[in-house]
T-cell receptor
Framework: AQSVSQHNHHVILSEAASLELGCNYS??????LFWYVQYPGQHLQLLLK??????LVKGIKGFEAEFIKSKFSFNLRKPSVQWSDTAEYFC?????????????FGTGTRLKVLA | ETGVTQSPTHLIKTRGQQVTLRCSSQ?????VSWYQQALGQGPQFIFQ???????GRGNFPPRFSGLQFPNYSSELNVNALELDDSALYLC??????????FGPGTRLLVL
């Protein structure tokens, strides 16, 4: 069955530390990849997305992610986190199967950045 | 704010009842997707509507059904509610099935 795995459920970092959140998916066909963020008390919002082209994508607030097709991975990175990055981060994929779309989200990673 | 609104914000029902949740999509968006998010979990895809037709479905039983209206707003109906249906229900809209924009959700509690 198709799935999305996020390896870290909780991450605690100090400000200015580097961040990398892992995401792996299982689906053999073409996928679109997303990272969403949910700040405390706010809606889910799109951080960045990959549809095709350059596998290194840049998103808002200094985040970037790299699609490595051979590893079925789409890890999220930020060189230097800030206290305001405290949030829950979700990796997601969508793909076309039998003529319709399906979307799968990971279980999320809660990031806490200490000031 | 994404322009996607959902109503009601909170709802309490009892087992066996039926519920209807509503979503107004962002202006210019013709696709609506519904998700169920249980506590501590990621959103689970229920289904998607594109131009008033169901365009994709996750692993949810038929008692979860939906509608999309000509103005692209949408409803999620759940019949014969079960305790495990307690969750946050999210609606997301997009233009032509691309990037989704999420609403604030409806929190449903089934007693």
């Amino acid at each position: 069955a198709q799935s999305v795995s996020q390896h870290n459920h909780h991450v605690i970092l100090s400000e200015a530390a580097s961040l990398e959140l892992g995401c792996n998916y299982s689906y053999g066909g073409t996928v679109n990849l997303f990272w969403y963020v949910q700040y405390p008390g706010q809606h889910l919002q799109l951080l960045l997305k990959y549809f095709s082209g350059d596998p290194l994508v840049k998103g808002i607030k200094g985040f970037e992610a790299e699609f490595i097709k051979s590893k079925f991975s789409f890890n999220l990175r930020k060189p230097s986190v800030q206290w305001s990055d405290t949030a829950e981060y979700f990796c997601a994929v969508n793909f076309l199967t039998s003529g319709t779309y399906k979307y799968i989200f990971g279980t999320g990673t809660r990031l806490k950045v200490l000031a | 704010e994404t322009g996607v609104t959902q109503s009601p914000t909170h709802l309490i029902k009892t087992r066996g009842q039926q519920v209807t949740l509503r979503c107004s999509s962002q202006s210019g968006h013709n696709t609506v997707s519904w998700y169920q998010q249980a506590l501590g979990q990621g959103p689970q895809f229920i289904f998607q509507y594109y131009r008033e037709e169901e365009n994709g479905r996750g692993n949810f039983p038929p008692r979860f059904s939906g509608l999309q209206f000509p103005n692209y707003s949408s409803e999620l109906n759940v019949n014969a509610l079960e305790l495990d249906d307690s969750a946050l229900y999210l609606c997301a809209s997009s233009r032509d099935k691309e990037t989704q924009y999420f609403g604030p959700g409806t929190r449903l509690l089934v007693l």
